[in-house]
């Protein structure tokens, strides 16, 4: 079941030092439901470092990775996997046969049936924790910094607590996590007593733990976390780029003359302490991370699918075409826009998660006329050559990224139409020779990302008026080039 801790035992496994140096290559990758063989074949090779954008068809992926696995000693592991025809695995696995003797495939699954179709050989069923493990795991989160006279007070609330958590360590984890900001046993009785409890139908899908969570959480924060969902399983969470999501959609206000940038840093970290996210990058901080699978499920429940993610190859949509009906907040991920979605008028946010260099079909003088109330747009690498003068239409557009669109050759003056747009990334337009004039009439731009513009020879008079602006990559200081650049 979700949360038994599948995916953790898994990476301590792939991350420990003697698994390292046994294996020539370690490739790690997120399978969740459906099975789609060439989102899996690229995953395989853009974590054995292999450029395969420019392929879009299974066959050329599959010799690829053969070729790239050839002769070494791996370890694969496929997260979450889910899997239904026997004929699908095996048409996979002959690629991966090219591996020297040694290798390894590991696997993680709810599904018995899913291990048996792949043929495992070695099957370790995780169990729910003991009685003594979860009070053992729960007391590391909930009552780490206090003293023994108040753990001792807690205990019996505590254990009744943990008891209603199933064994499930997830969900010990996300419970203790709220509990160990709340001081006094009465607080925590009121844990205990509240009347969710009581719902059956919840607590049969397992999402009761983490509703503690999630209305423990102030409002605005609920919203933060259930946006969340519009990125599918496993996807890799950028920080700043959801803080600025989240500043597009209205979520975040200035508090105490506080800039909305550090609330939403506030509100990451926030999630982030309380289990809603995991697999942290860091960099000084934390610059990536994922969100628990169940933890997804548990969104989109609380959210009902007003955050929608689609998988496309080709003209071909996987699986849930009609699903996304009604959605506020949709990612598409694949080379083409499927023609249902330009129904959907009342879209907030728009990512298209595209491949670099592949070429992306889509009708923008359609999309501009049909999502007016678009608050985030992303279009990178979308290989556009002109942007459509409907931009203007976009009036509540506060979010847009243009980044890795390397044809495009200008910004388009209706573009400064957008007085509420906040970032403005066109990072990587190389062809783009100058800033539209009226750029200065955008007063409320934050973030103006402009990195690898080569070819913008000076700043546009007025673009002193942005006041508002906190970043500012680069800045022509005369004559253009590189060399000029600051």
């Known amino acids: 079941m979700g949360g038994i801790g599948k995916t953790t035992l898994a990476r301590i496994a792939f991350n420990d030092d003697n698994v390292k140096s046994h294996f020539d290559k370690k490739i790690w990758v997120c399978v969740s439901n459906p099975f789609d063989e060439i989102r899996i074949a690229r995953a395989v090779l853009n974590s054995l470092d292999v450029r395969a954008s420019n392929l879009g068809q299974l066959e050329p992926l599959l010799e690829r990775i053969r070729k790239s696995i050839e002769g070494n000693k791996f370890l694969l592991v496929l997260d979450d996997m889910w899997i239904d025809s026997p004929r699908i695995w095996e048409e996979f696995k002959h690629s991966l046969r090219y591996g020297s003797q040694g290798s390894r495939i590991l696997v993680t699954t709810r599904k018995t049936n899913v291990a048996n179709i792949m043929g495992t050989t070695n099957m370790i069923k995780l ?37 209603k958590c199933r064994g499930l360590p997830h969900a010990i984890k996300t419970l203790g996590s709220i509990l160990r900001f709340k001081r006094h046993s009465i607080a925590w009785k009121s844990v205990l007593d509240d009347d969710l409890w009581k719902e059956d139908e919840i ?11 999630y209305y423990d959480l102030p409002p605005k924060l609920r919203n933060c976390f259930l946006y969340c969902a519009i990125f599918p ?35 990451f970290e926030t999630l982030a302490m309380r289990s809603f996210f995991r697999d942290f990058e860091l960099d000084g901080g934390i610059t990536k991370c994922k969100m628990h699978d169940i933890m997804h499920d548990f969104a989109q429940y609380l959210g009902q699918n007003e955050c929608f993610s689609i998988e496309v190859d080709g003209h ?24 249902s979605i330009y129904n959907e008028k009342a ?5 298209v998660n595209t491949t670099v260099d592949i070429e992306v079909r ?27 003068r409907g931009i203007q239409k976009l009036v509540h557009l506060r979010y847009l ?22 970032t403005l990334d066109f990072s990587g337009c190389s062809y783009i020779q100058k800033l539209p004039r009226r750029i200065g009439r955008l007063i409320n731009l934050r973030y103006l990302i402009n990195m690898n513009t080569f070819n913008i020879s000076y700043m546009p008079k007025g673009i002193e008026s942005l006041t508002c602006l906190r970043t500012l990559s680069e800045f022509i200081v005369s004559g253009g080039g590189r060399d000029n650049k600051a």
């Not at 879209?347 to 990512?351: M, N, T, V």
């Open 347 to 351: 879209l907030r946010s728009l990512i």
């Open 362 to 388: 889509a009708d923008l003088p359609k999309l501009f006329d049909q999502f007016t109330s678009l608050r985030s747009l992303d279009l990178s690498f979308f290989s556009i050559e002109e942007l459509p």
């Open 316 to 339: 071909v949509v996987s699986g849930l075409e009609l699903s996304h009906r009604g959605s506020r907040h949709l990612i598409v991920i694949g080379n083409s826009i499927p023609n």
């Open 233 to 267: 399983k496993g996807y890799e969470i950028r920080k700043h780029k959801l803080i600025d999501l989240w500043m597009a959609q209205g979520y975040l206000k200035k508090e105490r003359n506080v800039d909305m940038e550090i609330v939403g840093e506030e509100y």
């Open 127 to 163: 169990e729910t924790l003991s009685e003594d493990e979860s009070w053992s795991l729960f007391s590391q989160v909930a009552l780490s910094e206090r003293s023994g006279e108040e753990c001792e007070r807690l205990e019996n609330i505590g254990r009744t607590i943990v008891g």
């Open 203 to 213: 607590a049969k899908d397992l999402f009761l733990p983490f509703l503690f969570c």
């Open 401 to 422: 990224n243009l980044s890795g669109n390397n044809r495009l050759k200008e910004l388009p003056k209706e573009l400064c139409d957008l007085y509420h747009l906040e």
